[in-house]
């Protein structure tokens, strides 16, 4: 049995300040250009002002989410960071969703259940974000 490693970074552009980008083809590509059969694919973003998540691809669901995390943490908080760069809502938004997600792969795809899908929430928009895929297997 050989064990493989493939890494490959994908570019996203954001087009808003905040939004939920479904990303999954992007990742299942990667997968199958991997040609690792069996393993994990691990989904990291490299930036401090997005985040990772999995859930349904429903367009309500998805306001939801965007309207909650600015509901929990405002974008008018009086934060010390803003006296920065004016984007700690962004920051300590980013940190309640996850900086990666690992997901397994059988039969060269990614294993994932009906309505799931891989969401990169951007926070502090638009940008042009990179994500790291590691597909780890045989």
Same mark, same amino acid.
């Given at each position: ?7 490959? @970074? ?5 087009? *808003?300040?905040? $939004? ?8 299942? $590509? #990667?997968? /199958? ?6 393993? #994990? ?14 859930? $349904? *691809?429903?367009?309500?669901?998805? /306001? ?6 600015? /509901? ?10 803003? @006296? ?21 792969? $059988?039969?060269? @795809? ?16 638009? @940008? ?11």
């Amino acid at each position: 049995m050989r064990r493989l490693v493939t890494t490959k @970074r994908i570019s996203v552009s954001t087009e *808003r300040h905040a $939004e939920a980008l479904d990303i999954t083809d992007k990742i299942a $590509e #990667v997968v /199958q250009q991997s040609k690792i059969q069996n393993g #994990v694919a691990v989904v990291f973003t490299t930036h401090t002002t997005t985040g990772l998540f999995i859930n $349904e *691809r429903e367009s309500g669901l998805i /306001q939801d989410i965007e309207t909650v995390l600015a /509901q929990i943490v405002p974008a008018a908080g009086g934060y010390l960071h803003d @006296r920065v760069d004016d984007n700690a809502a962004s920051h300590i938004q980013s940190i309640l969703l996850a900086t990666s997600v690992a997901i397994p792969v $059988e039969s060269g @795809r990614l294993v994932l259940g009906t309505w799931q899908s891989v969401f990169l929430a951007e926070r502090d928009g638009p @940008r042009r974000r990179t994500v790291i895929v590691t597909v780890i297997g045989e």
